[in-house]
């Protein structure tokens, strides 16, 4: 319902609706009584949930947080319009929902902002950051972005690349513009190619080390593994992931699939990390 000048989805998919709170609980009892130990809430704007009773989706949250054999809550994906007081809270009071928000920006310059109708500016956008560290210390943030959108200067670009220095976000999808037929940005004139990849590459040259440090500073240190299955090619490895959802391998005896353990990281790799029960 937000209209992005870029996107596609209102107009293949139609307005937003909000399924039955009711209904997503049954469900998430019935995953549960099967063995589910971690819960993804999933939505195209996901935290403009409101259902026909009003529940929004801190409602849902806390809702799952009482569930006595679930261990943990994501949601996906979010937009900085809809991070509603509620919902900030939830990230201090909920001790299952994860410390990694995906939190799409699309890009650090207000007047790109304004020309994709994302209806948020960088200052609302750091604010609801900065409440957030306030609130939970451990918070994390991973977004998307959209480079050589049609107008973007070098100012533009970067601004972007200092909110990404700024902020450190541990993980983020970066794309050059691509348009998409119907949406209103597609009759906008494409930034020359070469200066559009020249661009993504010193971006991503910049998350790729942001990322690389930050998983520097988990050698040596315990985090909490939820593991996910057996690994069908190598013996004894099983896979998982961290609180901040990164790929975690271990070597164990017993079975943990479906356990939450306590793991001390020992290398990494650029996509996964390595360690010991």
Request: aromatic share 10%.
């Amino acid at each position: 319902d937000k209209f992005c000048k870029f996107c596609v989805v209102p107009y293949t998919r139609g307005p937003e609706f909000s399924r039955n709170f009711e209904d997503v609980l049954n469900e998430a009892d019935e995953l549960i009584s099967k063995g589910t130990k971690e819960i993804i809430l999933l939505g195209q704007n996901v935290n403009a949930y409101n259902d026909k009773n009003d529940k929004r989706l801190s409602d849902i949250i806390y809702a799952l947080q009482k569930k006595e054999d679930l261990l943990r809550i994501r949601y996906y994906t979010s937009h900085p319009k809809d991070m509603t007081k509620d919902l900030i809270e939830a990230h201090k009071v909920c001790s299952k929902l994860m410390p990694l928000l995906h939190l799409p920006v699309q890009s650090g310059s207000d007047k790109i902002l304004k020309g994709m109708n994302r209806k948020h500016n960088i200052k609302e956008y750091l604010k609801i950051i900065n409440i957030l560290k306030e609130k939970n210390s451990r918070i994390k943030f991973a977004s998307d972005f959209i480079i050589a959108y049609p107008g973007e200067e070098q100012e533009d670009f970067n601004q972007t690349y200092e909110l990404m220095r700024k902020i450190k976000f541990i993980n983020s999808y970066s794309f050059i513009f691509s348009p998409r037929p119907g949406t209103p940005a597609s009759d906008m004139k494409i930034i020359d190619e070469t200066l559009a990849k020249k661009r993504l590459v010193i971006f991503q040259k910049l998350a790729e080390k942001i990322k690389m440090n930050y998983k520097k500073k988990l050698l040596n240190k315990i985090v909490k593994v939820l593991f996910e299955n057996k690994m069908t090619k190598e013996k004894d490895k099983y896979f998982g992931r961290d609180e901040y959802q990164n790929p975690v391998i271990v070597c164990s005896k017993k079975n943990i699939v479906g356990q939450e353990k306590k793991v001390l990281i020992k290398k990494f790799s650029q996509h996964t990390i390595y360690g010991e029960l």
